[in-house]
Nanobody, 121 residues
Framework: QVQLVESGGGLVQPGGSLRLSCAAS????????MGWYRQASGKQRELVAV???????NYAESVKGRFTISRDNAKNTVYLQMNSLKPEDTAVYYC???????????????WGQGTQVTVSS
């Protein structure tokens, strides 16, 4: 079993900041990558940012320069610092982990429950 505990969502005014965190635990031998996706109402889920175990990052074009993803490997935790938030950033944000299982050492994906981020005045 794998658990992802997400926190940090909420309501913020345009131009404001929020920091999301996601801690992974359970039957994880090692983590290959962790990331954040989002899904706005009526739209498909999209990548926001991802960070690999080696520290490589990838961002959606729409958040480059405003969002920063970081990772604490010792804590199996990923963070998403979101600055200069815009109303179009409003969505449910999902944490994801790509990990090797302790059971069979195969690679799996697991998703969190999601946390709501609302940017509105």
């Amino acid at each position: 079993q794998v658990q992802l505990v997400e926190s940090g969502g909420g309501l913020v005014q345009p131009g404001g900041s929020l920091r999301l965190s996601c801690a992974a635990s359970g039957s994880i031998f090692s983590i290959n990558a962790m990331g954040w996706y989002r899904q706005a109402s009526g739209k498909q889920r999209e990548l926001v940012a991802v960070v690999t175990s080696g520290g490589s990052t990838n961002y959606a074009e729409s958040v480059k320069g405003r969002f920063t993803i970081s990772r604490d490997n010792a804590k199996n935790t990923v963070y998403l610092q979101m600055n200069s938030l815009k109303p179009e950033d409003t969505a449910v944000y999902y944490c994801s982990v790509n990990y090797y299982s302790t059971y069979d050492y195969k690679l799996y994906d697991y998703w969190g429950q999601g946390t709501q981020v609302t940017v509105s005045s």
